[in-house]
């Protein structure tokens, strides 16, 4: 079975490793300060997920990387040569600095991860739903109200793939065939965790989950209009 690194042990990448934990797939979760440091959290996750090194949980069969941008860019550019790796980064200039290429919109935020990480099978995945949604929509195959996630990708082997284990993780996907197209569900835009947001929650909040299919994303990614990411102050 499919082996999973998680680099990042933050919302996302909890929020994976509980997924993956349910589903049974091996996992190894990694952060910055250290296995040590994830003790105790994969003792809460269960059996199946353990702590590890970035350089373990870059060498699983699939690497979930989930941190922030700006440490992304800093990693190694050969880590992740020859994995499948499927990239949750938003661009937030508050956190990030201001990467010029992204606020002329000239790149994709993957389009530029991609190119620093030579050799990667490169997916942009996860970004555009809120962690704690994750846990709460996820559903068996077949299951009617299952949701979907979106992929996006120039390497068809790797969309499968990460296709693949994602539907091990309880969801449907719907691709996107290109990096340049990513924009489509970066944040800033109506795929930006809208899709999976009840809009008639009780909740305080309003952070109460309603599923979303194949057919209500691929609508919404037809019709999606491009950030202006120049413009962004966040
Ligand atoms: N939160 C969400 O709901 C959400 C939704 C969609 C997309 N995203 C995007 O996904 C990415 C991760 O978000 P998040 O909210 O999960 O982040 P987070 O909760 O802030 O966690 C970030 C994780 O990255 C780790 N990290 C930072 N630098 C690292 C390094 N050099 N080596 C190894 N690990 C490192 C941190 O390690 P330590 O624990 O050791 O500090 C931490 O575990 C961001 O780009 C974010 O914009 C987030």
Do not use: C
Request: aromatic share 6%.
């Amino acid at each position: 079975m499919t082996t999973l690194g998680i680099i990042g042990s933050g919302h996302i990448g909890t929020a994976v490793a509980t997924l993956a934990q349910r589903a049974g797939v091996h996992t190894v979760l990694a952060n910055s300060r250290g296995p040590e440091s994830l003790t105790e959290k994969v003792a809460e996750l269960g059996d199946r997920v353990s702590a590890g090194t970035v350089s373990e949980a870059a060498a699983q069969d699939i690497v979930v990387l989930t941190i922030p941008l700006f440490a992304a860019r800093d990693f190694p550019a050969d880590l992740l040569a020859g994995r499948v790796v499927i990239d949750t980064s938003n661009y937030y200039p508050s956190r990030d600095g201001r990467i010029p290429e992204l606020d002329s919109n000239d790149l994709t935020v993957a389009e530029l991860l991609s190119a620093h990480f030579v050799g990667a099978r490169y997916v942009k995945g996860f970004n555009n739903i809120a962690a704690r949604h994750l846990p709460q929509l996820a559903r068996p195959a077949g299951a009617p109200d299952r949701s979907a996630l979106i992929l996006g990708s120039d390497d068809a082997e790797a969309l499968t793939r990460a296709a693949a284990l994602l539907d091990t993780l309880g969801w449907d996907t719907v691709p996107v065939d290109s990096l340049a197209e990513t924009w489509r569900f970066e944040n800033d835009t109506e795929l930006y965790g809208v899709p999976y947001l009840d809009a008639a929650s009780t909740d305080p909040g309003g952070q109460d989950a309603r599923p979303a299919s194949v057919a209500v994303l691929r609508e919404a990614l037809a019709g999606a209009t491009r950030a202006d990411v120049g413009a962004r102050t966040v």
